[in-house]
């Protein structure tokens, strides 16, 4: 299948999921979200697909939601279906990749930030480039957590760290993420790629069923904590949204200056 916003590719038993907006550094729209949860979905049905791999073309792996196409859609309707429908393939996208049965790898070649955070959060393993970098930076927008990270990040760094970094939106290197767990390998540049497939060739070889079930076994208590964690996400980002802080969170993106937030 022909995607507008990413790019899958299947060889020896490996998809690669490349986001393909190298001139927004892969910022995310609500058509990139429902693209990635319509090629997970393919996965589960496609015996041949041993393990998935996801990473960015260009500089950044995600650079976030995409405020200028969100700022251009603002007032407008929502893009296809109904609520639950558009819920399902863009919020719940990162509980897609992680109810997967494949496992999947993240390569983080550059920027992962907001909802990009979130993506390589819902992959099993992440690998990082020396040139990758990490924020949960919603609230430099006067926004919360969104796309389970909210679940995700306490779980794989523990609380306190996540709720520093969410409360702060400071962006970390490569060395500060594998410091804290957050990614387990720190690799240069031109090594991120060759390093992801090696791992990813290797578990391609090993046996499907018992990884698959470790799988399941592992994220065992996660899979429905995250989708009610997801939903409760949504709600208290639409109230976010409504704030004047949240108006001000944008314009001042979109203007290139620092935000001025006044609680209201």
Known sequence: MTYADIRVEKKDGIVLLTLNRPDRLNAVTWDSWRE???????????????????????????????????????????????????????????????????????????VAAGGGLSLSLACDIRIASQEARFSAIWSRRALVPDFGCSHLLPHIVG?????????????????????????????????????????????????????????????????QELESQVEYEEYLQRLCIESEDAEEGVRSFLEKRDPVFKGR
């Open 36 to 110: 990635i949860t319509q090629a997970v979905g393919r996965l589960e049905e496609d015996d041949e697909a041993r393990v998935l791999v996801v990473t960015g073309s260009g500089r950044g792996f995600c650079s976030g939601t995409d405020l200028v196409a969100a700022a251009a859609a603002a007032g407008k309707a929502p893009p296809g279906g109904s609520r639950s429908e558009r819920l399902r393939s863009r919020f719940l996208a990162t509980a897609a990749i992680l109810a997967c049965p494949k496992p999947s790898i993240a390569a983080v070649n550059g």
């Open 159 to 223: 609380m306190s760290k996540a709720l520093e970094l969410m409360y702060t939106g400071e962006m970390i290197d490569a060395q500060e993420a594998l410091a804290i767990g957050l990614v387990s390998q720190v690799v240069a540049a031109d090594e991120l790629m060759p390093t992801a497939m090696a791992l990813a060739e290797r578990i391609a070889k090993g046996p499907p069923i018992a990884i698959e079930l470790a799988k399941r076994l592992a994220y065992r208590g996660w899979r």
